[in-house]
Nanobody
Framework: QVQPVESGGGLVQTGGSLTLSCAAS????????MGWFRQAPGKEREFVAA????????YYADSVKGRFTISRDNAKNAVYLQMNSLKPEDTAVYYC????????????????WGQGTQVTVSS
């Protein structure tokens, strides 16, 4: 079983950049697709980006397309989210999860969530 631990969050100004990391324990890490989700106060957890097991396919929410990049390094059991041109509406707790079903971007399609890392974008 893969257990992720997120890091890299922080406070950044509008237009700034951050890179989030997800370190995943478990010997079968490279068998799983991985995803990044975020949750703002009072809102549901929403899809941000996903990557397949090899890193050859990536998927993005329309709200972050062109600004965020998801990548993975299976040798390091890690997934990354490079976030550029950050906006105040990107403020949320960001979570890393492992894919549980073959397709879909709903939160229910992923599991084994980490504890999350807070991203705050000031205007």
């Amino acid at each position: 079983q893969v257990q992720p631990v997120e890091s890299g969050g922080g406070l950044v100004q509008t237009g700034g950049s951050l890179t989030l990391s997800c370190a995943a324990s478990g010997q079968t890490f490279d068998s799983y697709g991985m995803g990044w989700f975020r949750q703002a106060p009072g809102k549901e957890r929403e899809f941000v980006a996903a990557i397949n097991w090899s890193g050859g396919r990536t998927y993005y929410a329309d709200s972050v397309k062109g600004r965020f990049t998801i990548s993975r390094d299976n040798a390091k059991n890690a997934v990354y989210l490079q976030m550029n041109s950050l906006k105040p509406e990107d403020t949320a707790v960001y979570y890393c999860g492992t894919r549980r079903v073959a397709h879909g971007t709903a939160a229910s399609s992923f599991g084994s969530w980490g504890q999350g890392t807070q991203v705050t974008v000031s205007s």
